[in-house]
């Protein structure tokens, strides 16, 4: 029965670690942009294109 009591205290205290981990996230921003991620994999970056042209002249060597 004394197991009982001290795996709830453990849990317990596990739980609140992990809450006052993500008070702290929150507070810091960590969560402020969650959709530009998501998005930015579908967005062509020109500059890398323009330059990848510029280098390689028009050739297409690999």
Do not use: C, H
């Not at 992990?18 to 942009?33: E, N, P, Y």
Request: proline fraction near 2%; avoid cysteine.
């Amino acid at each position: 029965m004394g197991i009982i009591y001290i795996m709830l205290i453990i849990s317990l205290l596990i739980a609140l670690f992990f809450l006052l981990i993500f008070m702290w996230a929150t507070k810091t921003g960590q969560f402020d942009d969650d959709y530009t991620p998501s998005v930015r994999i579908l967005f062509d970056d020109e500059n890398n294109d323009q330059q990848t042209n510029q280098t390689n002249n028009g050739n297409s060597e690999v």
